[in-house]
């Protein structure tokens, strides 16, 4: 029962938004008997400032899911984030602290980074390809950037959102070998679509297939179909391979344990999900 105890997560966005958070979480969280619950809310970029800040005064709040367009303008708006915030220039989870101040992190790259490791592929001193720098290629690469790995290239028709996430990872992650300009896979261990290429019937591909080596591990972000035809490329090449959905679901454990609630895994959510497309 939903009463003024019951701890709420805000999932903010613009108002014509399609919020499936509450289809994964809210299942999840009447079979596992915890008194939370997701409520989508919708607000224009001209409140959004004035609306967080409004959020956090509930008295029951634990925590808030941010999506677009909000991603980016949160982080000016919070006292404190973390490194794979700072890297991928946007935020999509904050809590309050005990004193008060708000604070974000970002997880959308969190969700792909644990899929992969869940498969075996252990992260550590591997060279990446990371191809598309847009919000969610560079979640991804703030990710795997915190996850260890010794190398980064990164490509994008757009070169100057390219070389700003090239920038933004030497600046935090200064280990870290990063390289722009190329999508050919050769020579690296992991390679990433993080393009909506492969969405449409007729796509192009990311990047020259014949290139890659079946020891190579190819990851995908695009959800609308389970196997691309990226994917099914790689697969036919031997490679070991990730799906788009896999990121979904994988990151929400990790704000389950952010926002200090009980945790799950990928597969419990897949199993009690509602979601009526299939994703």
Known sequence: MINGN??????????????????IYNPYFEEAGINAVVVPMGCTGENYPTFLRSVFTLENIRGALITMPHKVSTVDLLDEVTAAV??????????????????GDMFDGAGFVRGVQRKGFALTGKRVLVVGTGGV???????????GIAAISLFDVNPASCHALAQRLKENHPQIEVRTGSNDPA???????????????????PL??????????????????????????????GC???????????????????????TTTADVLRRVAQLSDGA
């Open 6 to 23: 019951t701890e709420l997560i805000a999932h903010i966005g613009y108002p014509t938004h399609t919020f499936k958070s509450p289809m």
């Open 86 to 103: 700072r890297v991928a220039g946007a935020c999509n989870a904050v809590k309050r602290l005990p004193d008060g101040r708000l604070v």
């Open 137 to 147: 290629g560079s979640a991804i690469a703030a990710s795997l950037a915190g996850a």
């Open 187 to 205: 020579d690296h261990d992991l390679v990433v679509n993080a393009t909506p290429m492969g969405m449409s019937d007729g796509d192009p591909l």
């Open 208 to 237: 020259d297939v014949s290139r890659l080596s079946s020891d190579t591990f190819v990851g995908e972000v695009v959800m609308k179909r389970e196997t691309t035809a990226f994917l099914a490329a790689a697969q036919a090449r």
């Open 240 to 262: 070991r391979t990730q799906v788009g959905t896999d990121m979904l679901f994988e990151q929400i454990p990790a704000y389950l344990e952010y926002f200090a609630l009980p």
